[in-house]
């Protein structure tokens, strides 16, 4: 008991100095570049009605990537960047040209807590500077403690596999046995069959060593150290925290089950870090709370029964949180050819259907495709059907006859945005004769979606028509149905899922060979506008918008009076925005955003918003 106290005062004097450095929490700043009247209201986000809502009670769909895995590696000693420069460039062009406007942002226990009970300030200042950069673009941020096979002091120098997440001392206390995979093909088999990264696993979840404990306590010391060094204006733009990535029990205890782990010890971890949360000044911000990660897994030997079945109604201070990769398609074996129309509807749906039973929304904040090696080929067909199945959970084929159950517009973040992608110098499980350069540099993984060119500029690594997309990233009302045809190539053919059907042959017309967006919504009575993010694809001159609030080409700027126009995002970043401003409170509305027919005729506006008005009343009344 003497030790557990001392413990327990090392890290009450711990949260004293952090309140006592950082004084009284700063003054909300100005709001950012580009900001216009309603942007500073609307950027708290919250659970609403089993939305994501701002603080202009609009439903927020939240897009963008995870930064990054560079955190699993020692070469810039745990961050995502080797300093605040590199995370503000990476900012700007995830916002310019990934089109994102959230971030998935990694940290690692192990140089959050280098030593037992001794947090590393240093480390954590490094990371909110990091943090603070992709704020001040105006992007949305939620922090996750990773880890992957519990930790990398768990492998051997000369071991082909490395991990990330627990610190050494963590790794000490278990004693646990010789690493070893036996005959592992891919990195995620070390998950099931990894003697030591089973016991470690284990070990944290049934808290042994206080394990569990510690963690906890690091993760309140971070977020006190968050919230005490941002800005008000600045956290306001966090949206919440993910606790643990990707948790698995390591072994079932006798008589145990997948889902009766998640119930009696992974839910209850989650109960003790949202009040860790609450305790750290977050009480107003949603756990993002992962299942056991084969909830999901669409290969049947690997699923296992969870998605937090007996946690009850989780409701607006948790987020259901999970990821999704097409093991099949990775595999090479179970799954040949490429991806196709709605291939991840029914998977999507499954996440749709979770969070709504649960009383909650849903973010996949993972999910992607390798982008080199034997599978690689799949990628573009693979991440156009995942980001199909985030915009509706049906296939194109059906969704223009069957709108009305396409179901809410979900978020998500594709792993990865690493900018260091292919010029590593990691030194593989501290082993100087095993460099990694390559790919992500971790575990023969290579997913990031951009690079640094020789010049030291960011450049995307997929095409940008599947990367930088049209989406509502904020609905004044409810959003009702939504799509978005984003033509992305695989090599020189050019994927169309989504056609206009030729029963509404004006709108076909006007859309031609172009990308398009469709949203059907109700308006809430409220002032401020429904957005769009404009890709870069959709400059202001070729952009039509054909809509129950009027049909213009080349949108005009912004004004609170005017009902279509365009606007930069906040953030100083050179994106876009397109602006609906909806009068009335339950009115159907729709909006055809596309940059397809160059200069067209009134007529043909005209038609195509007759053709959209019969078709919306047809399908929602």
């Known amino acids: 008991m003497s030790k557990l106290r001392a413990r327990l005062l090392g890290v009450l004097?711990?949260?004293?100095?952090?309140?006592?450095?950082?004084?009284?929490?700063?003054?909300?700043?100005?709001?950012?570049?580009?900001?216009?009247?309603?942007?500073?209201?609307?950027?708290?986000?919250?659970?609403?009605?089993?939305?994501?809502?701002?603080?202009?009670?609009?439903?927020?769909?939240?897009?963008?990537?995870?930064?990054?895995g560079e955190t699993k590696l020692e070469e810039n000693s745990g961050l995502p960047f080797a300093s605040v420069a590199d995370a503000a460039k990476s900012a700007t062009a995830l916002r310019a040209l990934g089109g994102g406007n959230s971030v998935r942002f990694l940290l690692s226990w192990a140089h959050a807590e280098p030593a037992r009970g001794q947090v590393d300030s240093a480390y954590l200042a490094a990371a909110t500077d990091q943090m603070r950069a992709f704020l001040d673009a105006g992007i949305?941020?939620?922090?996750?403690?990773?880890?992957?096979?519990?930790?990398?002091?768990?492998?051997?120098?000369?071991?082909?596999?490395?991990?990330?997440?627990?610190?050494?001392?963590?790794?000490?206390?278990?004693?646990?046995?010789?690493?070893?995979?036996?005959?592992?093909?891919?990195?995620?088999?070390?998950?099931?069959?990894?003697?030591?990264v089973k016991a470690a696993q284990y070990d944290f979840w049934h808290n042994s060593y206080g394990l569990q404990d510690a963690f906890l306590s690091t993760a309140q010391?971070?977020?006190?150290?968050?919230?005490?060094?941002?800005?008000?204006?600045?956290?306001?733009?966090?949206?919440?925290?993910?606790?643990?990535?990707?948790?698995?029990?390591?072994?079932?205890?006798?008589?145990?089950?997948?889902?009766?782990?998640?119930?009696?010890?992974?839910?209850?971890?989650?109960?003790?870090?949202?009040?860790?949360?609450?305790?750290?000044?977050?009480?107003?911000?949603?756990?993002?709370?992962?299942?056991?990660?084969?909830?999901?897994?669409?290969?049947?030997?690997?699923?296992?029964?969870?998605?937090?079945?007996?946690?009850?109604?989780?409701?607006?201070?948790?987020?259901?949180?999970?990821?999704?990769?097409?093991?099949?398609?990775?595999?090479?074996?179970?799954?040949?050819?490429?991806?196709?129309?709605?291939?991840?509807?029914?998977?999507?749906?499954?996440?749709?259907?979770?969070?709504?039973?649960?009383?909650?929304?849903?973010?996949?904040?993972?999910?992607?495709h390798p982008l080199s090696g034997t599978v690689s080929d799949k990628a573009p067909t693979v991440d156009k059907a995942m980001y199909q199945a985030l915009d509706s959970r049906l296939p194109g084929s059906s969704w223009w006859t069957g709108t009305a159950s396409s179901g809410p517009v979900l978020s998500g973040s594709q792993w990865q945005w690493d900018i260091y992608s292919g010029r590593h110098?990691?030194?593989?499980?501290?082993?100087?004769?095993?460099?990694?350069?390559?790919?992500?540099?971790?575990?023969?993984?290579?997913?990031?979606?951009?690079?640094?060119?020789?010049?030291?500029?960011?450049?995307?690594?997929?095409?940008?028509?599947?990367?930088?997309?049209?989406?509502?990233?904020?609905?004044?009302?409810?959003?009702?149905?939504?799509?978005?045809?984003?033509?992305?190539?695989?090599?020189?053919?050019?994927?169309?899922?989504?056609?206009?059907?030729?029963?509404?042959?004006?709108?076909?017309?006007?859309v031609g060979a172009g990308q398009y967006g469709l949203l059907v919504w109700r308006s809430d009575g409220g002032t401020a506008p429904t957005e769009f993010h404009l890709p870069a694809s959709f400059p202001a001159s070729a952009t039509t918008v054909v809509s129950d609030l009027g049909a213009t080409v080349s949108p005009p700027a912004y004004t609170s009076t005017t009902p279509i126009a365009v606007a930069p995002e906040p953030g100083g970043t050179g994106s876009r925005r397109l602006l609906l401003t909806a009068p009335g409170s339950g009115t159907l509305h729709y909006a055809l955003v596309t940059n397809g027919a160059s200069a067209p005729s009134s007529t043909l506006l005209n038609g195509a918003r007759t053709e959209l008005a019969a078709w919306a009343a047809a399908r929602f009344g």
């Not at 939305?51 to 930064?67: C, I, S």
Request: proline share 5%; charged share 20%; net charge negative.
């Open 140 to 196: 949305r941020v939620f922090p996750d403690f990773h880890q992957d096979l519990y930790s990398r002091y768990l492998f051997n120098t000369g071991s082909w596999y490395s991990g990330d997440g627990a610190p050494k001392w963590a790794v000490t206390a278990g004693g646990y046995p010789q690493e070893s995979c036996g005959i592992c093909l891919f990195w995620g088999q070390n998950i099931t069959q990894n003697s030591a």
């Open 425 to 510: 110098h990691e030194l593989m499980n501290d082993n100087p004769d095993k460099v990694l350069t390559s790919g992500d540099a971790w575990n023969d993984e290579d997913l990031s979606a951009v690079r640094l060119d020789d010049s030291g500029a960011v450049v995307l690594r997929q095409d940008a028509r599947l990367l930088d997309r049209l989406y509502p990233s904020a609905t004044a009302g409810s959003a009702l149905a939504f799509t978005y045809e984003d033509r992305s190539r695989d090599g020189s053919t050019t994927l169309t899922w989504n056609p206009v059907p030729s029963t509404l042959p004006q709108v076909s017309q006007l």
């Open 221 to 368: 010391a971070a977020m006190t150290y968050v919230r005490q060094h941002l800005t008000t204006a600045e956290f306001a733009g966090v949206a919440g925290f993910d606790p643990f990535n990707e948790p698995y029990a390591g072994t079932y205890d006798s008589g145990q089950t997948s889902r009766t782990w998640e119930r009696d010890l992974l839910w209850p971890f989650y109960g003790k870090f949202r009040a860790r949360m609450d305790a750290a000044g977050w009480q107003d911000k949603p756990a993002f709370v992962e299942p056991n990660l084969f909830w999901n897994s669409n290969i049947s030997s690997q699923k296992q029964e969870g998605g937090l079945l007996d946690a009850g109604t989780l409701g607006p201070r948790y987020v259901f949180n999970t990821h999704f990769y097409d093991q099949k398609a990775i595999s090479g074996i179970l799954m040949w050819g490429k991806a196709g129309d709605g291939q991840y509807a029914t998977d999507f749906a499954a996440v749709r259907d979770r969070a709504s039973a649960a009383g909650t929304t849903a973010v996949v904040s993972e999910f992607g």
């Open 13 to 68: 004097v711990l949260l004293t100095g952090f309140l006592t450095a950082a004084g009284a929490r700063p003054a909300a700043a100005d709001g950012l570049p580009d900001s216009l009247w309603f942007d500073q209201p609307a950027a708290t986000l919250t659970v609403t009605n089993g939305r994501f809502t701002d603080g202009l009670g609009r439903e927020v769909v939240l897009r963008g990537y995870n930064v990054s």
